[in-house]
């Protein structure tokens, strides 16, 4: 069967986590959006992904998959901007209507088209895909769904948040359940089934594992220093290094290859995460090559115990969470001590130092130094610097990547 993942129109809203990206691949857990989709996706499905045209070179040179090319025949299509069951994508797959959608608040989250159907979607398709291109086609009905519990719709990059312990529990046992039977690390007590160590990982002396209120994960070749304490859900990524004497409060997901100290609470690390030493760092989105510099610290809870309000796109939004930290985009770098507001907004490539508050909304590719005025980052050394510190984690840096960077530069 064809499975379509596409990108929508309001890819805009999901600013700063997408910058760098396409919105299907933020994660909301463990995996990313479309990485949840294909693992519940049966194995000979034959997976295609629409972008919208920025993002399409970047996907490519990223993927194994066909970007932007509509198949031929029946196709499923999901919506990259929404967290998918397990039980919904069986649904999916096996049993949903030809010529059907299921819309929720004016977005489509799932349509299966004939082949019909397909040849006429073909000639008006445009990237990123509208949803009322699905409405223009001759006969697709519209299916009405409980909608409890089979899905979510990240609409703002704070919904991964406010469902980061939902998602993450469901990432867990997902892992969990296909790590039954396998070699488990002798050095480590694994007496339930709450919690995996790889073989591969190194574990210290002195580190406390709690899956009282959680399980844990803790992934190939990770290492966890001695006296860390490691309360559940936390999954500890790949290549992960977690410093000494760390204290970790599930939700958590640290992404592979970051390095973590101090106090994490409810944060998610997309990959390469820099945050070796004392600070706390709470209910955050850190995408990935973030630097916490020593003492950075994120306020998560305002003092009137008021909901957070963030501005999205010069857009004040009421979240309607009470506990919200930053939202920080790709590259961005903060100097010691600095004091990040709650709900922060921070673009990427740029570098915040001076101690103290800086502005909710930190512009991209900006130097911000307590005291003066935000000053432009020149382009070749921006460019330079993230050469440099991708290289330290073994990544080369593509010429589609530096491509997109002129772009949103």
């Keep these: 069967m064809n499975v379509v993942i596409f990108e929508d129109t309001k890819y805009n809203s999901l600013y700063p986590l997408n910058v760098l990206r396409n919105s299907m691949d933020i994660k909301a857990g463990i995996f990313s959006l479309k990485e949840r989709i294909i693992n519940y996706l049966p194995l000979d499905s034959k997976i295609t992904l629409l972008v919208r045209e920025d993002m399409h070179d970047m996907t490519k040179s ?20 929404a967290v998918f069951s397990q039980r919904f994508i069986k649904w999916i797959m096996s049993e949903m ?17 004939s082949a019909d159907e397909m040849g006429g979607l073909s000639t008006n398709v445009k990237y990123p895909l509208d949803n009322s291109v699905f409405g223009g086609l001759r006969n697709i009905n519209n299916l009405n769904f409980n909608f409890e519990n089979i899905f979510d719709i990240i609409n703002y990059p704070w919904d991964v948040i406010r469902l980061f312990d939902f998602n993450l529990a469901f990432d867990l046992s997902y892992l969990l359940e296909k790590a039954k039977g396998h070699e488990k690390n002798t050095e480590v007590s694994q007496e339930n089934e709450n919690n995996y160590v790889s073989p591969t990982a190194k574990v210290f002396p002195g580190v406390v ?22 309360k559940g859900p936390v999954y500890i990524g ?79 939004v009421n979240t309607g969470m009470q506990f919200l930290g930053s939202l920080v985009g790709d590259h961005s770098k903060f100097g010691i001590n600095t004091m ?11 570098n915040v130092a001076g101690g103290g508050f800086p502005d909710k909304n930190i512009e991209s590719f900006s130097w911000n130094i307590l005291g003066g005025s935000p000053v432009k980052y020149k382009f070749n050394e921006a460019v330079e610097t993230a050469r440099i510190v991708m290289k330290r984690r073994g990544i080369d840096m593509k010429e589609e990547y530096i491509s997109l960077l002129k772009k949103i530069y």
Excluded at 104 to 109: P, Q, W
Excluded at 289 to 304: E, H, I, M, P
Excluded at 340 to 350: H, K, P, R, S
């Design 62 to 81: 990223f993927n194994t998959y066909p970007v932007n090319v509509i198949p031929e025949g029946e196709s499923i299509f999901l919506n990259g901007r």
């Design 97 to 113: 209507p030809v010529n059907a959608k299921v819309e929720h608040d004016g977005t489509v989250v799932a349509a299966r088209l």
């Design 209 to 230: 594992f709690d899956t009282g209120s959680g399980e844990i994960y803790v992934d190939d070749h990770a290492s966890i220093e001695p006296l860390s304490y490691i």
């Design 238 to 316: 790949k290549n992960v290094l977690v410093k000494s004497g760390s204290r970790i409060y599930g939700p958590c997901s640290i992404g592979w290859g970051s390095k973590v100290s101090g106090e994490i609470s409810g944060s998610l690390f997309h990959s390469c995460v820099n945050k070796q030493h004392d600070g706390f760092i709470g209910n955050t989105y850190a995408c990935p090559f973030v630097n916490f510099g020593a003492d950075t610290v994120t306020s998560n809870l305002k003092n009137n115990y008021s909901k957070v309000r963030v501005n999205i796109k010069g857009e004040s």
């Design 340 to 350: 990040l507001n709650t709900g922060t907004v921070c673009g990427v490539f740029a």
